[in-house]
């Protein structure tokens, strides 16, 4: 069992930054990928980015290659999704994920374990 709790998140300006925080316990969570979703209001929602187990591979959703970065710290049981030059159409709720089978995926259907999400408002 993987419990999850992110912070973190926000009200920032247009080309702000902030860095979310996803907190796992659970004692296998170092052997798991990790991801990162979000949900707009009235919209699906969509991969923002995932991290494999080891660290050493990473894929990013195409609108926010070169803006975000995903990480982990696996002595913390902690992930990371540093995000910079945000973007109005960058404001969601953010969900972080845990997937058991430690590879990189886009898909939600692939991830066992939510958290609860938190709310980046992006706007002057």
């Known amino acids: 069992q993987v419990q999850l709790v992110e912070s973190g998140g926000g009200l920032v300006q247009p080309g702000g930054s902030l860095t979310l925080s996803c907190a796992a316990s659970?004692?296998?969570?170092?052997?798991?990928?990790m991801g990162w979703f979000r949900q707009a209001p009235g919209k699906e929602r969509e991969f923002v980015a995932a991290?494999?187990?080891?660290?050493?591979?990473?894929y990013d959703a195409n609108s926010v290659q070169g803006r975000f970065t995903i990480s982990r710290d696996s002595a913390k049981n902690t992930g990371y999704l540093q995000m910079n030059k945000l973007k109005p159409e960058d404001t969601a709720v953010y969900f972080c994920?845990?997937?058991?089978?430690?590879?990189?995926?886009?898909?939600?259907?692939?991830?066992?374990?939510w958290g609860q999400g938190t709310q980046v408002t992006v706007s002057s």
């Open positions: 659970g004692r296998s969570f170092s052997t798991y990928a």
């Open positions: 994920a845990a997937d058991s089978r430690g590879r990189v995926s886009a898909g939600s259907t692939m991830y066992d374990y």
């Open positions: 991290i494999s187990w080891s660290g050493g591979g990473t």
